[in-house]
């Protein structure tokens, strides 16, 4: 177990530079000049110029690569060109509200996810397994965003239960925030339970096809019991992967539903940084997020060991 | 029981006035400011919040663009037009206490005409030769030479009054004299602000508002009719605006920006340098069709570069009507009967790509190839205005009174004419006010028959607002949502 962390953990560093060095490369590349997007449509050049220097975009590429990750080791993400305040304050208050919102989804689409995967596995081929399939079929179709207009149209606008969007902010309750997450957590989560659904489903059945539930089932145990007390844990194994892969693209890719719901969640801060060229924003979330998504990977990977513990011994791993 | 009773008289007596007691007011805002300074950037959302409401200028601007008395009462200029002496108001604090006078004016124009200035509009305030203090209360600005648009200018948001100790946190906590104080800004979300209980002037009837960021157009739909926002002054879907005209729970007050839209033209490029290729262009051009397909109808066709609600402002779009077969002749007189080919480099707004597509199809009936480029605002500013590197665009001028940009032979049209350009002098220098107007005009004609670019329409501004919200302003002469005289009426 040691080894496999050690390894895990050195590849884990060795991506992370290596990702630093190519964001920076291409933020370099980028067209646009961060002072002249500020300065707009009609202004002097000397005050571009002095907004230039005052940005710190007169000093040369080199020396900006290592004051960057020196501050970002230490903690400094430097300042926002636009907002003017701290980027590690802006990227946390963003976080706020992302992580929560990303976690209500997975669970959501977990607690969704899980019981109709079995469910239908156990039933394959009957009408709850058809009926089931086929509302996942139509989750896995219908867009996201398109929903969550639906939801907003029924529950704000004629209902009036939800607010249409907007985030009261922590400091608001506990409730108010989970209220106002509610209706974007469900329209995220309804593609992912689809799409976990499937895998959950053809998970079971493939695990319920191995020489271990048959022997289970030889020493007496019904097709239940073998199923929960030997087949579900390995039957995890790819649905951990899949719900891996959904954290990591929900924590920025909510973007186009934090739009919908105007949340001020880390998908649109990334955007609108990039069309500002707010760029010292830019290239800190972009880190953050590989080194989520990093470090996510290396969780999963610690599940699975922990789950079949075949991997934790073999090389394979 | 008496005391309820009499409370519900004065209910009544409340509502029957027709005025509500002290509330906030919730305020859609399509574009977060990327900070809350006006002092610097160009960024229009920023005086959206700020202008009139936290942040004042010697003078103000109101809902017509005429100059009225700000934190200077009243004013006297000089008979040459050089020196402005400005009486400011008594016993005027700002947010954080501290008082203001004369001091702070200079602090402020000092601060923006410095060397190291990141004002956006450092140029109005050139013209300044000296400035004089008085008394606390009394400052005298001269000039180098009469200017009648300084009065507008130090009107503007770039103009405000800062104090030197809150000047460099105003980016994110602003300090002003206004009648609204900042409270707090969740980014991304919302900014609040409540009201100065120790403002100078007549209290403002609101006791405070939040500024929500809303980007989405169907966003702004959903969060009108769920009652989330009271007023959206500046409503981002033109295309659903007849659901808020059908609904009598809602006002829709259509109204005009100081957004001149323009198919700009690289006038040093060939062939847009051949005036022959420039009037085609403004013959091809069919304005009622751009109107009604790209902005719903809700725009006004404009001739020049100036806004029609302007007293000085000549309706020139009859000088070159829509006729395509005068577009193909002219093509053929300048030397391309088979038409040529050019690119249209588009920004992201929503106007100039849905006006774009019109265009392209337009200039195709008369043999010129429109190809479409589709830009980020970065890319545009690097690549249309910095660097000239274009044939045709499209994109709406939204500073008030800028007809002087044709005057600058280095800016993006590349438009350089010494006619025009004397006339700009003279008015620069002008003390008349009717000599300045008939200037003005001369102006408008110059550009419109030089056919600098194609005049498209004025961007209209779409107020949709509550029942019962009055005092909004109805067009934007200058980008602002100044609240002071906002109140919301109950409705039962």
């Known amino acids: 177990m040691g080894r496999f962390l050690v390894k895990r953990l050195l590849s884990l560093s060795l991506t992370m530079l290596v990702a630093t060095v190519i964001i920076f490369i291409m933020i370099e590349v980028v067209p646009g000049d961060p002072a002249a997007y500020m300065m707009g449509l009609s202004t002097s050049t000397d005050a571009t110029e002095a907004l230039r220097a005052e940005l710190g975009l007169d000093k040369g590429s080199l020396e900006r690569y290592v004051s960057w990750i020196e501050g970002m080791l230490g903690g400094d993400f430097g300042i926002s060109y636009t907002y003017r305040v701290p980027v590690s304050e802006l990227i946390a208050e963003r976080a706020m509200v992302s992580v929560p919102l990303t976690i209500y989804a997975l669970l959501l689409s977990t607690c969704i996810a899980i019981p109709v995967g079995v469910i239908s596995a156990a039933a394959r081929g009957k009408i709850t397994d058809t009926v089931l399939m086929g509302v996942a079929q139509v989750g896995v179709a219908v867009p996201n965003f398109w929903f969550a207009i639906l939801l907003v149209l029924l529950f704000s606008t004629s209902l009036g239960l939800f607010s249409a969007g907007g985030f009261p902010g922590w400091d608001a309750g506990f409730y108010q925030c989970i209220k106002a997450l509610t209706l974007p957590a469900i329209s995220l989560a309804l593609p992912q339970a689809a799409i976990l659904s499937r895998v959950m489903r053809s998970s079971v059945l493939e695990v319920m096809n191995e020489d271990y539930i048959r022997t289970a089932r030889a020493k007496g145990l019904s097709k239940r019991q073998a199923l929960i007390r030997h087949g579900l844990r390995n039957a995890m194994i790819p649905v951990l992967t899949i719900l891996g892969l959904q954290f990591s693209f929900l924590l920025a890719g909510g973007i186009i539903i934090e739009s919908i719901f105007s949340l001020p969640g880390l998908g649109r801060l990334v955007f609108q940084s990039i069309a500002q060229r707010d760029l010292i924003v830019v290239k800190s979330i972009v880190t953050l997020l590989v080194f989520a998504v990093v470090t996510i990977t290396f969780i999963v990977d610690l599940l699975y060991a922990w789950v079949d513990p075949r991997l934790r011994e073999g090389e394979s791993g | ?492």
């Open chain 2, 1 to 492: 029981m008496a005391k309820a009773r009499a409370f519900t008289i004065i209910a009544l007596l409340v509502m029957v006035n027709g005025h509500a007691l002290a509330q906030p007011i919730n305020v859609g805002l399509q574009l977060e400011p990327p900070n809350l300074d006006p002092t610097s950037g160009a960024a229009a959302a920023i005086d959206e919040v700020v202008y009139g409401n936290i942040f004042e200028g010697l003078v103000r601007i109101d809902e017509n663009g005429d100059v009225q008395p700000g934190l200077s009462l009243f004013w006297e200029v000089s008979t040459d037009g050089r020196s402005y002496i400005f009486h400011l108001a008594e016993g005027v604090t700002f947010h954080d206490g501290s008082s203001f006078d004369a001091h702070d004016v200079r602090f402020s124009f000092n601060r923006a005409r410095s060397a190291g200035s990141t004002n956006a509009k450092k140029y109005i305030f050139a013209p300044i030769a000296n400035i004089d203090i008085l008394d606390p209360l009394t400052i005298m600005i001269t000039l180098d030479q009469a200017r009648p648009d300084f009065l507008f200018n130090i009107g503007l948001g770039d103009a405000v009054i800062v104090a030197e100790e809150t000047v460099a946190t105003n980016a994110s906590r602003p300090i002003g004299t206004g009648p609204f104080k900042f409270d707090r800004w969740v980014r991304g979300d919302r900014i609040e602000l409540s009201r100065n209980e120790n403002y100078w002037g007549s209290a403002p009837r609101l006791s405070g508002a939040t500024f929500k960021i809303i980007t989405d157009p169907l966003s702004a739909y959903t969060a009108m009719k769920a009652g989330d926002i009271d007023t959206f002054p500046n409503y981002p879907a033109p295309e659903n605006l007849f659901l808020f005209d059908e609904d009598p729970d809602y006002d829709v007050v259509v109204g005009l920006t100081a957004g001149e839209t323009i198919l700009a033209t690289n006038n040093k490029k060939e062939p847009f340098s051949d005036i022959k290729v420039r009037r085609a262009i403004a013959h091809a051009i069919n304005r009622q069709e751009l109107i009604d397909g790209a902005m719903f109808g809700n725009a006004q066709a404009i001739g020049t570069h100036f806004a029609p609600n302007h007293p000085d402002y000549v309706d020139l779009t009859d000088m070159y009507p829509h006729d395509a077969d005068k577009a193909r002749a002219l093509l053929r007189e300048a030397g391309y009967a088979d038409g040529f080919e050019a690119s249209l480099k588009l920004p992201p707004a929503t106007y100039a790509r849905r006006t774009g597509e019109l265009i392209a199809n337009q200039l195709g009936r008369v043999g010129i190839n429109v190809s479409i480029e589709n830009l980020e605002w970065a890319q545009w500013i690097d690549q249309v205005l910095r660097n000239r590197n274009y044939d045709l665009t499209i994109v709406s001028h939204v500073e008030p009174m800028d007809i002087n940009i044709y005057a600058n032979s280095n800016y993006y049209f590349g438009y350089d004419n010494a006619d025009f350009q004397y006339i700009m002098t003279e008015i620069d220098h002008s003390t008349d006010a009717a000599m300045t107007s008939e200037l003005y005009k001369q102006a408008q004609r110059k550009i419109a028959e030089d056919a600098v670019n194609g005049y498209l329409y004025q961007l209209g501004k779409y107020g949709v607002w509550k029942k019962g919200v009055k005092g909004m302003w109805a067009n934007y002469p200058i980008r602002s949502n100044d609240l002071r005289d906002v109140y919301i009426e109950e409705q039962d």
